[in-house]
Structure formats: structure tokens, C-alpha cells
T-cell receptor
């Protein structure tokens, strides 16, 4: 079992819909990252959070440390949001190895 | 530079040849990471540098893989005697201090071993 699990694996939405991508992890973490990978392969860091909630434009990330769960929400989705979204856990204990989920492929249709 | 720069962006090599992949991190970032993404797979940690030293090499898949970093800046990932299973996108990331700060990723090098 992967230490970081994402759901769903694939998600298709219509433009304007509210999107939720989930990430559950089994390791103790010091931080959790949400990354976006576009079809060309480049990766952009969206959020890094260790508690609570962060918002950037139409993107919102939340984390519940007790439940070992994080969610990424996209409001008013747009075709340009189509990408693979990856969550990655930074384990406690000083390890510098991010543990990655397998990613959620989001397709937003116009 | 403004971001993490990797070169080449694409590399096709014959099985058995050696390849070198280069990463230029953001200026001032002391932490540098190499990851691999094989087709249809998630990202996989390879090695981490803090300054010029590599405290964690545990992700390197075999002794054909090595990496170095000089001057606390540029890093080179070398794969000797490449095999077809080495075909993947190799991604580099840097962060100011360590992984609990925001990481910035390069565009990756797509390696194809034929």
C-alpha cells in the first residue's frame, strides 16, 4: 500500500464545476505539498501546508492532521486547470524525501 | 536564473551509453533534489543535496547512477551504461533550505534509451 493515496485517479468535469481532489497519507508528516503537472511535464508547486487551510485565487488546500487527510479544491474550474495534481508528503523526523501520491488527472471540458 | 533550469530537455541515447543530466537550481537555494518519473508511474525520489553533500542517496536505483553538486549550485546526474528501464523524465527541484519550504521544480529531462 502506497504511503500516500490520492483519489480519484481520473476526474472529468465541465467548465465552472467545483472540483475536489483528496489525499490521504499514513506517515507522520511535517508538511504536505500540492503540485500541478501540465501535459508538457513541468511541475509547479501550488501549496505547502502543515495545518489548516490555504487559498490562492481559485485554489484552496486544506489539511486535517488528526485524520491524515488533505484536499485540494478548485472553484469555477476552467479548461486551463486540466493537469495532473500530485500530493506529496514530507515525513517527520528530518527526512528530506518527499513521498508522492500517484496523481489525479483532471480534465475540464469547455 | 529565475527558475530551476535543466538540460537537455530531451535526450535519446543508445543502450549502454553514459548520459549526464544537468540541473541549475535557483540562486541561493541550498537544497537540491533529483526525482524520476517513469511512464505511467508516480514521482520517485533519487537523491538529495544539502550544499555540496548528499546526506541521502537511498533512492538511486543502482550503482550505475551517481550525482554530484559543485559550488553549492549546479548538479549533474550521471547514468552509466544506460538500460531501457532508465527511460523516464528526470526532474530536479530546489528549495531555500529543506523540503519543508516551498520546492521549485525544473521542466525535466526526458530520457529515452533505445
Amino acid at each position: 500500500k502506497n504511503e500516500v493515496e490520492q483519489s480519484p485517479q481520473n476526474l472529468t468535469a465541465q467548465e465552472g464545476e467545483f472540483i475536489t481532489i483528496n489525499c490521504s497519507y499514513s506517515v507522520g508528516i511535517s508538511a504536505l505539498h500540492w503540485l500541478q503537472q501540465h501535459p508538457g511535464g513541468g511541475i509547479v508547486s501550488l501549496f505547502m501546508l502543515s495545518s489548516g487551510k490555504k487559498k490562492h485565487g481559485r485554489l484552496i488546500a486544506t489539511i486535517n492532521i488528526q485524520e491524515k487527510h488533505s484536499s485540494l479544491h478548485i472553484t469555477a474550474s476552467h479548461p486551463r486547470d486540466s493537469a495532473v495534481y500530485i500530493c506529496a508528503a514530507a515525513p517527520q523526523g528530518g527526512s528530506e524525501k518527499l513521498v508522492f501520491g500517484k496523481g489525479t488527472k483532471l480534465t475540464v471540458n469547455p | 536564473g529565475a527558475g530551476v533550469s535543466q538540460s537537455p530537455s530531451n535526450k535519446v541515447t543508445e543502450k549502454g551509453k553514459d548520459v549526464e543530466l544537468r540541473c541549475d537550481p535557483i540562486s541561493g537555494h541550498t537544497a537540491l533534489y533529483w526525482y524520476r518519473q517513469s511512464l505511467g508511474q508516480g514521482l520517485e525520489f533519487l537523491i538529495y543535496f544539502q550544499g555540496n553533500s548528499a546526506p541521502d542517496k537511498s533512492g538511486l536505483p543502482s550503482d550505475r547512477f551517481s550525482a554530484e553538486r559543485t559550488g553549492g549550485s549546479v548538479s549533474t546526474l550521471t547514468i552509466q551504461r544506460t538500460q531501457q528501464e532508465d527511460s523516464a523524465v528526470y526532474l530536479c527541484a530546489s528549495s531555500l533550505v529543506f523540503v519543508n519550504t516551498e520546492a521549485f521544480f525544473g521542466q525535466g529531462t526526458r530520457l529515452t534509451v533505445v
